[in-house]
């Protein structure tokens, strides 16, 4: 992985791993990939190259390719779960369509392909705890749905036509940069804020809502090492189950009392979002990825409360 094109670049996983590339691989191009008026701003902007890449015209994949010698592309547009359902058609366009563009692409140019799924993967009929790598992925989202297509169509490029392609079954991501937008997952995000600035947090799940979530530099260490993985060692590629934690918002609300012992959170269903959550699974299991490429978190509960609860401060310019 030397030039690599991140698609998405500006959307709450793509604005860190272009950053985190750069400076993993300061000798490559890593190229920002933008969507018209969401063009990026400040450090991203300034310190790499960045090109309009819509996901759904294959021709500005192609050029950003060809222009910047790609051999990487981190796929990473996307609707997240409550958005996707109120545009389903959209999401199809971007998730599947826009995939079956990047990995034509890459079929023909000769780049490796990253893709996350998701904890959306599964659905009805899959093992709720414990959810094993290789089980019924029966989603009834349309995310989810799409996010199966592109399990399948990714194995199937790989098989049919050797593209290199790989990828991780991300659970809720939590971070404190760009902000997540549209997902089921997002009140674990959602829950900081609040607790920073000193609000009631109005939590749009009910106790024992249990899903996996990860950190986000957990995240792009994933991302950057499911590629950099030996190939001779994965015997799965699209998609692997990786996971930090699992909690309901109990749990994350009482570890945030530790740390602000005043933080209030009251429950405020979102019907759409219980439903999707109640459809995924409580926790993943992800010895595969263990095992395949030595996959390990380096956050927990505990450590992401901590951090979360310090750079938002900073962030927000909040004392203490
Ligand atoms: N974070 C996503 C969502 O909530 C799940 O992958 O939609």
Redesign the pocket.
Known sequence: MKNVLVIGATGQIGTELTMRLRQEYPNGNIVAGYIKGAEPKGIVAESGPMAEVDITNAQQIADAVEKYHVDTIYNLAAL???TAEAKPQLAWKIGVGGLYNTLEVAREKGCAVFTPS???SFGKGTPRDHTPQDTIQRPETI?GITKVTGEMLSDYYTRRFGVDTRSVR?P??ISYVAP?GG????YAVDIYYSAVRGETFKCPLKPGTFMDMMYMPDALRAAIEIMEANPDRLVHRNSFNVTSMSFDPEIISNKIREYVPDFKMEYELDPLRQAIADSWPNSLDDTCAREEWDWKPQYDLDSMTVDMLKQLRIKLGIEK
């Open positions: 997240l779960s409550a998701s904890i959306g995310y991300f809720g991501l997540p997902g089921t997952t997002d």
